[in-house]
């Protein structure tokens, strides 16, 4: 999930922003979906190289980003 997640954020930084926003809408539906089924990592930010991206700070079914 999180490569794919990065994909997405570098595409959507890449796009002219009318387009930028059309995908942005369809991309925040699916992280409200991963949202509601991960939990926070509270050790994020000592073992993630991007801590700052908010989908490299969840866990999901035990693991780091799911």
């Known amino acids: 999930m999180r490569h794919a997640r990065d994909v997405l954020e570098q595409i959507l930084q890449a ?35 991007r801590s700052d991206l908010w989908w490299r700070r969840r866990l999901a079914y035990g693991q780091e980003g799911g």
């Open 15 to 49: 796009l002219p922003a009318r387009a930028r926003v059309e995908l942005r809408r369809q991309v925040a539906s699916l992280d409200s979906a991963y949202l509601k089924r991960t939990l926070p990592d509270p050790f994020a930010r000592h073992r993630q190289w």
